[in-house]
């Protein structure tokens, strides 16, 4: 069970860490545009109020792991990628809807009766979320009780809080001097919420019990977007460098690319095939010298020839660079084309 101050220290986290409260700080300025954006609003609330519940539930994903999150990255701001973490819109939109039908049925009464129940068992439920990445188990009563009696009587604190957030909220939304600063301090206490669940679950190390490994990269999907973005705008950069009769600083801008490409032998490939396309295909020749000295010192003998006889077809006087010639004529005779190696 957290005592008294490790409690306040996940209350004031979102302030010890400059990382996320730059983040937060960055979301509500962009919240603040959407609401006097018209269109334009809706659309960038559509794009920022997903980001901000990812955002939160890697809080809490963090926190409960003893972790730092970390400021907002481009990943937050995407649709695609860890769409498990969107479900929390389901734990923010039942209560919504409890409390509009219970007071309207049943009355107050029944209404605080039932905010009472959900505030119960929303914490646990993001607990379950944030451990198993799996939003059918963050609905498993089981998986839910199980939490709660994990964490003992130190859980309520996560009711007691999230009663009392939302009363404060309410409570300033009623004030004439409503602003910014209402906003942002209303901003302040969800992120709590979220630090505060992680802080209280972490003791009792529930990640441990559940074969996930800690999400430290995003979804490969992202991760071969960003790639690509990277190699294109290499290849863009070298070809004005290159139009500008500057071949030498355009290759070296690609070079210095794939020295630091995860993925160097695919980026040799890329960047041929891109460079193909140009309507100048010297460029493009020149820089497959290079391409096949390593593939030809590396032993890939059949992507070799395939780039000799692709530049050849362009330019039938093409060669390797001096140095690989024989090797370039041993792959050709590997790979069964004894013109070719003929040729060269």
């Known amino acids: 069970m957290l005592k008294p101050a490790d409690i306040a220290r ?18 509500f300025l962009l919240l603040e545009f959407a609401r006097s954006g018209g269109i334009l609003g809706l659309f960038l609330a559509f794009l920022v109020l997903p980001a901000l519940l990812r955002y939160c539930m890697r809080i809490l994903q963090s ?15 995407l649709i695609i990628g860890s769409m498990w973490s969107l479900f929390v819109t389901v734990h923010i939109a039942v209560p919504i809807y409890a409390t509009y039908f219970l007071a309207n049925s ?13 505030a119960a068992v929303i914490p646990a439920s993001l607990a379950v979320l944030a451990v198993t990445r799996s939003p059918v188990e963050s609905l498993n009563p089981r998986s839910i009780g199980g939490v709660i009696n994990r964490c003992g009587a130190g859980y309520w604190v996560l009711p007691g809080y999230l009663l009392f957030a939302i009363a404060i909220s309410w409570w300033l939304s009623t004030r004439p001097w ?23 679950v972490r003791p009792h190390q529930l990640h441990d019990e559940v074969d996930i490994d800690d999400p430290v990269e995003p979804d490969q999907q992202v991760l071969d977007e960003r790639l690509l973005k990277e190699r294109t705008s290499a290849l863009n950069h070298a070809y ?30 890329w960047f041929f095939d891109q460079m193909m396309l140009w309507e100048s295909k010297e460029p493009a020749q020149i820089y497959a010298q290079g391409y096949l000295t390593r593939l030809l010192h590396d032993g890939d003998y059949a992507q070799a020839v395939k780039v000799i006889t ?35």
Request: hydrophobic content about 45%; aromatic content about 10%; overall charge negative.
């Open 10 to 27: 996940e209350i004031a986290y979102p302030l010890r860490d400059a990382g996320v409260w730059m983040s937060l700080l960055f979301l």
């Open 106 to 118: 049943y009355g107050w009464a029944s209404m605080l009766a039932g905010n009472a129940v959900l």
């Open 178 to 200: 409503t602003g910014y600063a209402t906003d942002l301090l209303v901003l302040y206490l969800v992120t709590v919420f979220f630090a505060l669940v992680g802080g209280i």
């Open 310 to 344: 692709r530049c050849r077809f362009v330019n039938e006087s093409f060669q390797p660079l001096a140095d690989d010639r024989d090797l370039a004529r041993e792959a050709a005779e590997t790979c069964g084309n004894d013109e070719l190696a003929s040729t060269l």
């Open 240 to 269: 004005g460098f290159i139009s500008r009769d500057n071949r030498a600083g355009g290759l070296k801008h690609i070079h210095r690319q794939i020295e630091g490409d995860p993925n160097p032998e695919g980026a040799w490939s």
């Open 63 to 77: 926190r409960s792991r003893g972790q730092e999150a970390g400021p907002l990255v481009v990943e937050d701001l």
